[in-house]
């Protein structure tokens, strides 16, 4: 029922969390959408802006259009009256210059019609003057050379006169030609300017047309702009229409909202109140339940220091009689085992005493065999004599013989070994390494005695050793059973040899 309780408090605390987080999504779903229409209302302002700011753009452009319009207009006149003004003076000229043209002309036909009646009267004066006398003659040729002369005076002056003249005539005809000319220039002048007011005329007409039409079109423009301003108002108005009822929708959510919270906390106030209380049922049947386990813990408690004291008792007990047990086991086999040293020592003294005996026993017998190898000896050599060899013979002390005696005699097959017992304990080894007899060592031991001497005293040596205790000289170098073993060992091949000496004697 404990379990169940707590379980149920934490499904109902779940439960009011998802409960508060469900609204706090509802309030940010809210917030959001209020956030959507306002930037909705901001972009509606923007666009109204940028179309005002399109209208006055446009508005601009047109104004800026007439101005170029007429600008145009102006140039296009001053060109036309320009080159209506060139062409008048043009004509004006070319007037001018035909009149004087004619004008002289006439004089030159006027001239030359007087000319030739002048020429006549005088061919006709000629005619009629040929029949008077000679003085006369002569008075009328000085009279004509004299009137020749002054004929020619004259006519050089009326052709001074006629070119000044002619000049006055040309001057004449020039201004004449100019007046005709600037008459003309005025007629065309006039006749241009009429064309240029009938083109004016036409081009305010049509500059009228223009600008009715640009009218009509700014007339239509400005419709389209109000009829779209209309447009937008009612879309501005739908829109905010709309949006103040979302906001009044969103404001009555609020208050729902509101109040959805107050009940939320008056639940929630509830709920801590009954979760109290609830905690407090749970604390009185926790602290019921700790007693009860309390109880239920010490009651075992006691129960297992009873067992465990039992057993602990049981335990030392029995490890009590396991160490009794063990000590006697113990103590008998230690004396088991004291018995088997006993005799163990026994038998190793029993095993000592029969080597003693055994080593006895064969020091003896080397002994004996060492001077029989002697006498042996002997005899070969003073059979020998014939044979040119040197002998050599060594001193060794016993540590040798004990250190190196088996080893080194075992690595040499042509040794020869006559070993005596003395109390200097020498050892004289004869060696056949080049197939020679060695000669005697140069000592001063040895350099005392003869071949012969030396021999002989070693006979005697050993049979005074033979009657002395030899058993004791090889205790007293603390002879093993390895050094007996090894002097036998080195006694085989000596006694080979002798044997093949013996035969070699023999044949």
Do not use: C, W
């Not at 956030?35 to 800026?64: P, T």
């Not at 004509?91 to 002048?118: F, G, S, T, V, Y």
């Not at 829109?239 to 404001?251: C, I, S, V």
């Amino acid at each position: 029922s404990y379990l169940e309780s707590i379980i149920k408090l934490n499904k109902e605390r779940l439960l009011q969390e998802e409960k508060r987080k469900a609204q706090e999504l509802k309030q940010k779903e809210l917030e959001d959408q209020l956030k959507a229409k306002e930037l909705e209302l901001l972009a509606v302002e923007e666009q109204r802006r940028i179309e005002n700011e399109q209208r006055k753009a446009e508005h601009d452009r047109l104004e800026k259009l007439e101005q170029e319009r007429k600008a145009i207009q102006e140039k296009q006149a001053q060109e036309a009256e320009a080159k209506a003004k060139q062409e008048q003076e043009q004509r004006d000229k070319e007037a001018m210059l035909r009149q004087a043209q004619e004008a002289q002309e006439a004089k030159e036909a006027k001239e030359k019609a007087e000319i030739e009646e002048k020429d006549k009267q005088e061919k006709q004066a000629k005619t009629e003057g040929k029949g008077k006398k000679g003085k006369e003659v002569k008075i009328k040729v000085d009279k004509d050379a004299k009137a020749k002369n002054d004929k020619e005076a004259k006519a050089k002056q009326e052709k001074e006169a006629k070119e000044l003249k002619d000049q006055e005539a040309k001057e004449q005809a020039a201004k004449e030609v100019q007046a005709v000319k600037e008459a003309q220039a005025a007629k065309e002048a006039k006749e241009l300017e009429e064309k240029a007011r009938k083109k004016e005329a036409d081009l305010l007409v049509a500059a009228a047309l223009q600008q009715e039409a640009d009218r009509l079109e700014r007339e239509k423009l400005q419709m389209e702009l109000q009829k779209k301003e209309e447009q937008n108002r009612q879309t501005m108005d739908e829109k905010q229409r709309e949006f103040e009822a979302k906001q009044r929708d969103l404001q009555e959510k609020q208050r729902d909202l509101e109040e959805r919270q107050k009940e939320f906390e008056a639940q929630k106030e509830r709920d801590v109140r009954e979760r109290q209380e609830r905690e407090e049922r749970e604390k009185e049947l926790k602290a019921k339940q700790d007693k009860e386990l309390r109880e239920k813990q010490e009651r075992e408690l006691n129960e297992k220091q009873e067992r465990e004291l039992k057993e602990r008792q049981e335990k030392e007990l029995k490890e009590k009689q396991d160490k009794e047990l063990k000590a006697k086991q113990d103590k008998e086999k230690h004396d088991r085992e004291e018995q088997r040293k006993l005799e163990a020592k026994e038998k190793e003294e029993q095993d000592r005493k029969a080597k003693e005996e055994k080593e006895k026993l064969n020091a003896a017998k080397i002994q004996a065999d060492k001077a029989k190898k002697e006498e042996q000896s002997k005899k070969q050599k003073e059979s020998n004599k014939d044979i040119k060899e040197e002998k050599v013979v060594a001193v060794v002390g016993p540590h040798d013989i004990k250190a190196n005696a088996p080893n080194a005699l075992s690595q040499h097959d042509s040794t020869k070994v006559i070993e005596s017992v003395n109390p200097d304990d020498e050892i004289f080894v004869e060696k056949e390494a080049t197939g020679e007899k060695a000669s005697a060592p140069k000592t001063k031991k040895s350099s005392k005695f003869t071949k012969n001497e030396k021999v002989d005293k070693n006979k005697k040596e050993s049979k005074k050793n033979l009657e002395t205790s030899p058993i004791k000289a090889v205790n007293k170098k603390k002879s093993s059973n390895k050094l007996t073993k090894g002097k036998e060992d080195a006694m085989k091949p000596a006694a080979e040899e002798e044997k093949k000496v013996d035969k070699k004697n023999t044949k």
